[in-house]
């Protein structure tokens, strides 16, 4: 079985639909959830920062997107990778820093992209994202391919200089972007109750000429809502909108965070609030799909996540002569 | 066929070839137009200086003025690089740097080393650099070495019309993210430029005067600077070489250390200040490349440490003249071991 995840649902969610979303969720959650256990064991070189506990977020905005379609991520960009057709893995491999990854081993957690899929990678630099994001905007736009292009941000990000810029040239460029704010409380370990000036991020949105909208990013179905309005807007050259997603993050800021800063709202979100659990009970209840149906998808995900962990830890680091190429396409 | 035109205008000729010639060549900057959402004329500026101007009307929808936020637009050019433009957008002064150096030195510059090969990036940022237009300290500095020193970019400097055209036109078509720097005192000047396309190659040094007693390497309006020196020393019987690297990165330094092995004294002349300058860069990589051939210690004629002044006394002391290269190559020449 391929890793890759077909990302496109239509509007109409139906079974298979519904089974697609599912494992994009199930999967970026086991694979976040294995990354943690197999940092702790110290195999993993460098810096990994987790999405688990945000599945909802990318998978219902990714649900409307093609190859046409760009987004940007940040350092915690795992999520947005599986969700936009990443394979998982190469991710894996990249994250192990091995010559079969993503990116040749040469990026790591914070930089895993894949052009061909339109995923401009994860980011190191808070705020890094947004302005690349009107690129491609104004790319699609220009060689009028109808793409549009998403820019993942945190709550962090959202105070940044580059974020608030490109809120005013997409709308002053009229571009077909949107701009997902995912607010899960922390900027690292500084609550954005504090370092946000307004209440929600969404009111910035005014300030820059944007619709801005709040979602529960516990819920997938709100998000993918949310997202369909968003992208047919922008789709149809009617500008760029403001998404802000509320939840949590369940791991740390990064993986050895000992997160002293924290209440317990992890423990009370995986057990209330959880978007797998949610997403579950409100498809099997409504009879969509089937416990089986999942329970076989959770099956092949874990046999996935498995085979990926064995194959980036046999797989080998990159030769020696890599450190010198693919700084310039000539020099 | 050749005639005399301006840098301004051989930069503006070749942006204007460059985008009859390739639909995705896109431009933009502040006020790279001048005029959008104001009441009077459209491409009322065409750029603070001018470059711009007339291409809005030419090619409608493919040139824009920004709003003043380079982190955004900036990124925005790079972004839309890796989507299939080929943006030129500008940093109108390369002092502005630092409100857009992430986009370009942590973005731009290692996406194709960070994602494995994968992306390519043909962005070019057009920026003036350069001190004596009395821009003070803000508008007036030299910051080539900050740019030279970050792998992933490409940095071109031309010294005259005929190079910035053809540069131009070669970092237009380059692959890799290129940053462009005009010489704001070179706008002005003239010189033959052909009428036609025609790309100057990165990496290849011009041989501006041919010599065998010294050799100088100058860059941007220095080159001007050092052919005035040239030709009082040639009066004083010493002949100097001047080397134009024209790019600092990629750099020909085959073309200088050549050079020095023949005449055994080295002169750089470099406008920015002093520490970790490409005066120090190259003066380095010859010592260590061409020790043996050396009859002198390298000679380093660039601006003091200090920020660019304003009183046009103060500035006219900034900048190196051709009196203060004279001096470096006697102190050369007169060298003895």
Redesign the interface.
């Known amino acids: 079985m391929t890793g890759t995840l077909p990302t496109t649902v239509s509007q109409e969610l139906g079974p298979d639909a519904l089974l697609q979303v599912y494992r994009t969720m199930r999967t970026i959650r086991e694979f976040e959830e294995r990354v943690h256990e197999e940092f702790a064991s110290g195999d993993i070189p460098g810096f990994v920062h987790l999405y688990a506990g945000e599945e909802a977020s990318a998978t219902g905005v990714c649900s409307h997107l093609d190859d046409r379609d760009a987004i940007a991520s940040t350092h915690r960009g795992h999520g947005h990778c599986i969700a936009k057709g990443v394979d998982p893995k190469e991710m894996m491999a990249e994250i192990y820093g091995r010559a079969t990854g993503s990116c040749k081993g040469k990026g790591g957690s914070m930089h895993i992209a894949d052009l061909s899929k339109g995923m401009l990678g994860a980011n190191g630099i808070v705020g890094g994202g947004p302005p690349l994001i009107c690129g491609r905007a104004l790319a699609s736009k220009q060689l009028g391919t109808g793409g549009v292009a998403v820019a993942f941000f945190g709550d962090g990000a959202s105070n940044q200089g580059t974020t608030l810029e490109s809120l005013n040239l997409a709308t002053v460029w009229n571009l077909p972007a949107i701009f997902v704010a995912e607010n899960n409380g922390y900027a690292e370990a500084t609550s954005s109750t504090w370092s946000v000036a307004t209440d929600d991020i969404a009111d910035r949105a005014a300030a820059f000429g944007m619709p801005g909208v709040i979602v529960d990013g516990f819920d997938f179905f709100a998000v993918h809502e949310a997202a369909g309005e968003a992208v047919a807007r922008a789709r149809e050259g009617a500008g760029p909108t403001l998404i802000e997603v509320k939840f949590t993050r369940y791991f740390g800021h990064f993986e050895g965070d000992q997160q002293l800063y924290r209440g317990d709202e992890v423990a009370q979100a995986r057990e209330k609030l959880d978007c797998l659990k949610r997403f579950r009970a409100r498809v099997t209840e409504s009879g969509e799909l089937t416990a089986d149906q999942l329970d076989a998808v959770d099956r092949e995900v874990a046999t996935l996540i498995d085979s990926s962990v064995d194959e980036a830890k046999a797989a080998p680091r990159p030769a020696a002569s890599e450190l010198l190429t693919d700084v310039y396409v000539t020099y | 066929m050749a005639r005399s035109i301006s840098y301004r205008e051989a930069i503006n000729e070749a942006l204007d070839q460059e985008m009859a010639r390739d639909p995705?060549v896109?431009v933009f900057g502040e006020d790279n137009v001048g005029g959008t959402g104001s009441p009077g004329e459209m491409d009322a500026w065409g750029g603070v200086l001018g470059v711009t101007k007339g291409l809005y009307g030419k090619y409608p929808?493919?040139v824009?003025d920004?709003?003043i936020?380079e982190?955004?637009?900036?990124?925005?050019?790079?972004?839309?690089?890796?989507?299939?433009?080929r943006?030129v957008a500008e940093l109108m002064f390369i002092d502005f740097l630092g409100v857009c150096f992430?986009?370009i030195f942590?973005?731009a510059a290692?996406?194709?080393?960070?994602?494995?090969?994968?992306?390519?990036t043909p962005v070019v940022i057009r920026t003036m650099w350069g001190a004596g237009l009395r821009a003070a300290a803000q508008h007036s500095q030299s910051l080539l070495p900050v740019f030279t020193h970050i792998?992933?970019l490409?940095v071109a400097a031309p010294s005259n019309p005929y190079d910035a055209k053809g540069l131009l036109i070669a970092a237009i078509r380059?692959?890799?993210p290129v940053i462009f720097a005009e010489h704001k005192m070179l706008y002005e000047m003239t010189g033959e430029v052909p009428e036609e396309s025609y790309v100057i190659p990165f990496?290849e040094a011009n041989i501006v005067r041919e010599g065998s007693d010294v050799t100088i390497v100058a860059i941007g309006r220095m080159v001007n600077t050092a052919t005035e020196a040239a030709a009082e020393l040639a009066a004083a019987g010493i002949e100097a070489e001047i080397i134009d690297p024209r790019t600092t990165s990629?750099l020909d330094l085959d073309t200088i250390l050549e050079s020095v092995e023949n005449t055994g004294r080295l002169v750089v002349v470099d406008e920015s200040n002093p520490r970790c300058s490409l005066a120090s860069d190259i003066g380095a990589s010859v010592a260590h490349e061409a020790f043996g051939s050396l009859r002198a210690p390298i000679q380093m004629v660039t601006g003091p440490h200090t920020p660019v002044p304003f009183a046009d006394s103060l500035e006219d002391l900034f900048i190196p003249d051709a009196q203060k290269i004279i001096g470096a190559v006697k102190t050369a020449v007169d060298w003895s071991k």
């Open positions: 995705r896109v929808g493919r824009m920004t709003p936020s982190s955004a637009f900036i990124g925005a050019a790079i972004g839309a690089a890796t989507g299939g433009l943006p992430d986009q942590n973005q290692k996406f194709r080393y960070m994602f494995g090969g994968k992306a390519v792998p992933g490409k380059d692959d890799d990496g990629p």
